[in-house]
């Protein structure tokens, strides 16, 4: 088994591993995989040495949780740290009800999400979480989808952004002083929205999906640094950007979910031809470059299979040579002040 380092969360006495596992494909978002892929590919993170996974009432609308907590309690509770989102309660569809799409498996069967970021529904969600998981101790509970890109209304967004610190923000630091979870925090994929949301309340950590990549540091400039000066963790999410940066960069290759347009793509096949002339695979290069960052604690892609798991615990120990970052920077393909081992 590897083993993989660890990391601080703030100023808690959590510590995760480097690399995690991210559980919205086990709820088919990407593709439709089986009870059984899912457990095994949750069991191969585990053997590789991975302790930190996160998860989701969202993914599949209850199906990742029940999915990622049947593979985990064959596992020592106090061997691994375990994440999920609020902000979503599910409830039992009537009859000719629709789920809302956005998985490919269209969710659990008979369960569709409804929103609610008040004081209770942060407890309800939690409750649902913790009967889907069959675990008793949720580690780290984070603010679900309060963003832009999720939301399409900035109306929309302002009010859950107010109800949440108004009233679920109260339910989360309540439940984090009574020792019922260690940390708490907002998972979204906006840099700007992450940095509210740190100058807004005491959190300990940010999960980030997307915005702190090989392709792209749009949160290099003013959130990176406000949550190093505040002490707050970054967990960084979709190191692949999707999918853009796993190697072989050609048209159609999917950014933020969709094809990525035409700049990207050119900018995406620079950064693999700098990486070639150094023999690194992109994948590689895209999974530690975010671990440069002393905000950075933990890398957390999603994987489809027990390969793809064991392919990602791999590129983590990759040897990258120094000259590959140093490059990367004169190509202007690379922020000049990203953190790089140059």
Not at 137 to 148: G, M
Not at 250 to 273: C, R
Not at 296 to 317: F, H, K, T, Y
């Amino acid at each position: 088994m590897t083993t993989l380092k660890r990391r601080r969360i703030g100023t808690t006495n959590l510590e995760v591993t480097e690399l995690g596992l991210g559980g919205a494909p086990m709820g088919g978002f990407r593709a439709t995989i089986s009870d059984n892929e899912a457990r095994m590919l949750t069991h191969a993170a585990y053997d590789g040495g991975v302790r930190y996974f996160d998860t989701s009432p969202f993914y599949g609308y209850g199906r990742s949780e029940l999915r990622m907590g049947a593979a985990l309690r064959e596992k020592p509770r106090q061997e691994f740290l375990l994440s999920t989102k609020v902000g979503r309660v599910m409830h039992a569809m009537m009859p000719g009800e629709k789920p809302p799409a956005g998985f490919r498996e269209n969710g659990l069967p008979g369960f569709a999400p409804v929103y609610d970021y008040t004081y209770d529904g942060v407890m309800r969600s939690l409750e649902q979480s913790h009967l889907r998981l069959g675990l008793a101790r949720i580690d780290i509970a984070l603010i679900h989808d309060v963003d832009f890109w999720t939301i399409k209304d900035r109306a929309i967004l302002e009010e859950r952004f107010k109800t949440v610190m108004d009233s679920g923000f109260k339910a989360l630091d309540e439940l984090r002083k009574a020792g019922i979870v260690g940390a708490i925090g907002v998972g979204i994929n906006e840099a700007d929205t992450s940095l509210r949301f740190i100058q807004a309340g005491n959190f300990d950590c940010m999960l980030l999906a997307g915005r702190y990549t090989l392709l792209e540091q749009g949160g290099l400039e003013a959130f990176l640094p406000e949550c190093v000066k505040r002490n707050v963790s970054v967990i960084l999410g979709g190191p692949y950007n999707s999918g853009i940066l796993t190697g072989g960069v050609k048209p159609g290759a999917t950014h933020d979910y969709v094809a990525a347009p035409s700049h990207l793509i050119e900018k995406a096949q620079k950064i693999e031809t700098v990486c070639q002339r150094h023999g690194v695979e992109l994948g590689a290069a895209a999974l530690q470059f975010p671990l440069f960052h002393s905000a950075v604690c933990s890398v957390i892609p999603g994987a489809l299979s027990a390969d793809e798991v064991r392919q990602n615990i791999g590129r983590l120990s990759v040897k990258i040579p120094v000259e590959l970052w140093s490059e990367l920077k004169r190509e202007k393909l690379l922020d000049p002040g990203a953190p790089t081992p140059n």
